[in-house]
Each structure stands twice: as C-alpha cells, then as structure tokens.
C-alpha cells in the first residue's frame, strides 16, 4: 500500500486496549494499521520509538476570546498551545456573539486559516436567545448548546426548560454550567459581611452542594423533557456520583471534568490566591484522589481544560481582594501531561484517560468515527506519548498568549512529544513545525 506517511515501532493504546503496530497515513486519514512495517510503503517514515500512541485528544471546554477579549488570548497562541498539550481538536465555548445563525458564521470565517488543529463551536443557550436556538441548532454544524445557571447570562429554571425542550425535538446536545445561583450569592454576602476578602473565602462561598443540587435538578429536567445534556466541569466526587445515578436510570447525561480538579486542592490557594480562582472551585485532597478513582470507573466521560486565561493584571488587582478577581485559569498545554502524571503514579489506566480525552467525547459530541479513534477511514490525529519523560513545567512549555500558569513548578512524569493533525505533524518536542492554518472546521453529525 503506498502511503504518505507512516507512524512505526508504537504501542497504540485505545480504551479497548493497547497492540504493536504502525499506522499508515494516505491524504489525512488513517490508512491501515499493521503489524509488519515492510508491508507499508511510504513517502515518510516516523518511527516512534517503541513509544505509546494515542488519538488525539479533543478538549471539548476552551475559552479562545477570541473574536472579542484578544488581549487575554487568541486563536493562534490557543491553538499552537493545544497542539503541544496534545489537543488535535478545540471545543471552542460560545463568544458574546454566538447566539444566532449569524454568529455561527461570523465565528467561523474568523477562525478560518488561523488555527494549527481541529476546531468546532459550541453555541450559547441565553434567555435573550431562546427562539433563536433552535436554529441555532438546526441550520448550523455547533456540537453543543452552552447554559450557564449562574453568573449574568444565566438561565433560570423556565428557561432551562424551553431551551431542553427545544433541543429533545431535534435530539440536540446541551453543555451546562451546574451551580445555584442563588446559594452562592446567599453565602457571598455572608462572607462580605464577615469583611472577608482572602481568597480562600471565593472557595468558601461555593460548597460542593451549589454544584450537587444543581445537577440533581438539570438531571431531573433533562429526564423529563427527554434531552440530552453534559455536565460541564464537575469539581466534586459527589457531583460525578449523582451523574452516575442518573444514567443508571436512563438519563442522557455525561459528565465533564478538568485537569486542575486532578492537580490542586483548596489549600493551594493560599499560596497562589487569585492565580487559582475559577469556578466551581477546588476541594480538598480526600476529593482529589476520589476523582482519580472515578476517572478510573468510568465516571467521567470527558476531559476538557476550560481553558479561561486572563491579563496578569486582571488576576493581581484581587491580591488584597479576592472578589475583584477575573475567574479562570490558563491551561491548555498541562491538559495531557497532567492526565499522563496519573497514569504514572499508578492512579488510572492509559486506556481511561484515551477514553476520557478522546473516545468519549467523538461519541457524545457527534464526531465519531471522524474523531477520537485509531481506526482505517478516521482523521490521522495521533499523539506520541513519552511516559518516562519527567520535566517541570515552566514559562518555556507555554505557546499561549498568557504569560502565566497555575501549573508552574509541577513536576509531571509523561508528555506528548509528537502531535499529528489529519496526517501532518503539527508539534514534535514541544515546537511547532507544522503550519498555521491548517486546522479546519469541524461539525457534528448529521
């Protein structure tokens, strides 16, 4: 068979299992698969070393800011960031524009020949957009319609309902934002009475049970409009099992979580204040390590980095006040590295994490079997993996527009060292060679 290019001397690894083999690479797609490189003729051969290889992980939660807020970032640092965490497809969450139709296509001609991956849109699901969504849904390629129950554009329970309603006729795919409003403010205002600015006091005003009693309730709303809905960055051991319970009796809901809810707890934000604040917030270590043990179960179905930088200026005006704070943290080239220090250290399987950042997501996002699989006929996004490669992470890792990250100084044991997109190899040892533009639209299935 004559190839392109082809990738030898691996391990893959599916969430099925891992084989030798190689994989052969025609016009951007897998080609085949085989165990006996002499078989394969090729106008480039890559050898992998003998080193693990994974699809490319689709991070389904990232903020570009792009269009509007390109002063925290863009799409052309995002993208070269998530090539080097490993990330071969970016889940972009819905800018102040994208509510309509319009917004959709105004989107997507301005991330056209600005990417190095992959790329697909999430819409937003507003109640100042309600009778837009559903053509929002229907007449566009978006993955997802994205709710928030908290902060200004947030939906209350009406809204919620209409907006599930309007998605179950088209059996269309909600992304929620789960916490209660209405409590955080309530113990918001306590601890402002109180004079409380430290930050450990933003973590204090959301307890694990504004995130559980908000996904009790979507899951509940979810089942009796008959929709479908992911849980987006779940925080909490308790949160994932309650998910769990409702697919157990035929709910259509997944679960969403983050590499920072694997890497720190609440006590790291007395050292490193604002610099950790984002929302739901962290717990402590006993719900660090419970969240391994599920990613290991399989209750977490998907990986998304909710990716939210901002200028370090917006971060150091809540030194002294937490509360003035811009919530979010950078995070796009630590989201594999994390996962891999974990796998590492004996806390989950690589077959997991394969499923969590890949498998999963294709499935439920309605890219399967374009994305997230090593198979003949899929998209050649492909990860090579180095597991005993144990660095630090540092200001030289990032390709992102912000200059900072929570995750400086730790130590992770496992790396991506090679990425590839449809075929092309966009990033080997943490550069990038491939070129800009390459990444293209993707849109879910129809």
Not at 22 to 41: D, F, P
Not at 50 to 78: C, L, N, S, V, W
Request: with cysteine; proline share 4%.
């Amino acid at each position: 068979m004559n190839l392109d290019r082809a990738l030898t001397n691996g391990t893959v690894v599916t969430p099925f299992g891992r084989f030798k083999g190689s994989i052969g690479i025609r016009e951007g797609k897998i080609a085949c698969i085989a165990e006996n490189t002499a078989e394969l003729r090729a106008g480039e051969i890559i050898d992998a070393g003998g080193k693990f290889i994974i699809p490319g992980a689709i991070d389904t939660h990232i903020h570009f800011q792009d269009p509007g807020r390109t002063y925290r970032e863009d799409f052309e640092h995002a993208t070269a960031a998530c090539a080097c965490g490993g990330i071969t497809t970016g889940m972009a969450m819905p800018t102040t524009n994208l509510v309509d139709v319009e917004g959709y296509k105004f989107n997507t001609q301005t991330y056209e020949g600005r990417g190095y991956i992959d790329y697909a849109l999430h819409g937003a699901g507003r109640p100042s957009n309600v009778d837009q969504v559903e053509d929002l849904w229907t007449q566009t390629g978006i993955t997802a319609i994205k709710m928030f129950m908290t902060y200004e554009e947030r939906v209350d329970d009406a809204t919620l309902w209409e907006i599930l309603e309007t998605l179950s006729r088209h059996d269309g795919l909600s992304i929620i934002h789960a916490e209660n409003e209405t409590l955080i403010k309530l113990f918001e205002r306590r601890l402002q009475k109180q004079g409380r600015k430290d930050p450990m006091a933003h973590n204090e005003s959301r307890p694990e049970l504004v995130e559980i009693e908000a996904i009790r309730r979507v899951a509940y709303l979810v089942e009796q409009t008959n929709s479908k809905a992911v849980i987006a960055h779940v925080s909490s051991a308790a949160g994932l099992e309650e998910i769990k319970k409702a697919q157990q009796r035929g709910v259509r809901i997944w679960a969403e979580s983050c590499p920072h809810f694997f890497t720190f707890v609440r006590e790291d934000t007395e050292e490193q204040g604002p610099f950790l604040a984002f929302t739901p917030v962290m717990r402590g270590e006993d719900n660090r390590l419970k969240m391994w043990e599920l990613l290991e179960k399989g209750y977490i179905d998907v990986i998304g980095s909710d990716h939210c930088p901002a200028e370090k200026w917006e971060k150091e005006v809540a030194l002294d006040d937490i509360w003035k704070t811009h919530y979010g943290i950078p995070g796009l080239e630590a989201y594999l590295p994390s996962l891999l220090d974990g796998v590492n250290k004996g806390l989950v399987t690589l077959e997991k994490v394969v499923a969590a950042t890949s498998y999963n997501a294709a499935q439920i996002y309605g890219l399967y079997p374009r994305k997230g699989v090593i198979q003949p006929g899929a998209d050649a996004d492909l990860v090579v993996l180095d597991m005993d490669l144990e660095k630090k992470f540092t200001e030289a890792d990032l390709k992102s527009k912000c200059p900072w990250s929570p995750y400086f100084g730790r130590i992770f044991k496992g790396w991506p060292i090679l990425t590839l997109v449809r075929g092309e190899v966009v990033v080997k040892d943490g550069n990038i060679i491939g070129e800009l533009g390459h990444g293209k639209l993707v849109i879910r299935n129809k």
